[in-house]
């Protein structure tokens, strides 16, 4: 399957019964972009925009964030990108933005709500997400979203950048990882173009065992049966949007990812060196195969069980 997957890497992915699933590549600077779309990528799902904002003195102007966003941008060649806004916290300091002592940086101040605190660093942020150029589309995606009034809050951001730009008005999209999107995708779907599940945040938030917690790595398996149900209800919820994404880890993982697209994800966003193979995979099963195997999944008491389940079946397909 490597060398098929190789030789038909740049083909758009359909499904065996020819349904569209898009299958891109998750970010983290502009060296990566290039080399992504030779491997396979047909864009980027989540461009992590931190390395622009960790290890400096100071926050990066709008026009270095424009330098950065249009090299990729052109890098992807019209393809669609996915700009994160800056999911900086308690965890990962940044010496400009003092933060208050915080006894468990997970839930504190993080992602969109450290935005929310600095709303001059969302904005500049947003603007210079306006100015990017492309013929291909550019959105923007809010990282630990928890209701739909933050996702309110920043779309007025939003407008105001748009107007003072004059730019493009991007697609403007969710996160869910937290149990509490999940379980509202269908409140947050009217205020937004499309969600990605952050399979990696929301397994920490819903079994509420921390992410880089070496003791509880073993069972931090994404495919745990209530993370499951929570992607199967964002799926459902936000079934109206133009697009349902998994960009964590579950993204890039072949026994996950046709269990995902059972459940009705369209768009899969993984490391750039797994976009080939998934393509690959899914190339050689059917809408109907994913959704036996997911309703099958659905039914099982845990993440082993489902592994199980999803290598037998695909072995047999
Ligand atoms: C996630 O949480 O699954 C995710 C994609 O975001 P990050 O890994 O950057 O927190
Ligand atoms: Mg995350």
Redesign the pocket.
């Known amino acids: 399957r490597r060398l098929e997957a190789r030789a038909l890497a740049a083909e758009d992915c359909r499904t065996a019964d020819g349904v569209r699933i898009e299958v891109f590549a998750?970010l983290g600077d502009v060296a990566e972009a290039a080399p992504a779309v030779a491997g396979g990528a047909e864009g980027c799902g989540?461009l992590?925009t931190?390395f622009l904002f960790l290890e400096r003195q100071n926050a990066p102007t709008e026009d270095e964030q424009l330098a950065q966003y249009q090299a990729i941008a052109d890098a992807l060649n019209g393809r669609p990108l996915v700009i994160?806004t800056l999911?900086a916290g308690g965890d990962k300091p940044l010496s400009y933005l003092p933060m208050p002592h915080e006894e468990n940086p997970a839930l504190g101040l993080r992602?969109v709500r450290t935005g929310l605190h600095r709303p001059d660093l969302l904005l500049t942020q947003l603007r210079a997400v306006c100015r990017v150029r492309s013929s291909g589309t550019v959105a923007v995606m809010l990282?630990m979203i928890t209701s739909a009034a933050e996702v309110c809050q920043v779309r007025a951001m939003l407008d105001v950048a748009v107007g003072e730009t004059g730019g493009a008005s991007p697609l403007l999209g969710v996160?869910i990882?937290t149990p509490a999107a999940a379980m509202t995708a269908d409140l947050l779907a009217p205020h937004i173009d499309f969600v990605?599940?952050?399979?990696?945040?929301?397994?920490?938030y819903a079994l509420a065992m921390d992410?880089q917690n070496a003791h509880l790595a073993a069972q931090l398996d994404?495919l745990h049966p209530a993370v499951l149900r929570l992607i199967a209800q964002t799926a459902a919820g936000a079934a109206d949007t133009r697009w349902i994404g998994?960009?964590?880890?579950?993204a890039s993982d072949l026994l996950a990812a046709p269990i995902l697209i059972g459940l009705g994800v369209t768009e899969l966003?993984a490391t750039p060196s797994m976009t080939a193979e998934i393509k690959a995979l899914l190339r050689g099963l059917t809408l109907a195969d994913c959704r036996e195997l997911a309703t099958q999944a659905l039914r099982l008491d845990s993440a082993e069980a489902e592994r199980a389940l999803a290598d037998e079946r695909l072995a047999a397909l």
């Open positions: 998750n989540l992590r931190e994160r999911d992602g990282p996160m990882e990605s599940v952050g399979t990696n945040d929301l397994t920490q992410r994404s998994v960009c964590g880890g579950l966003s």
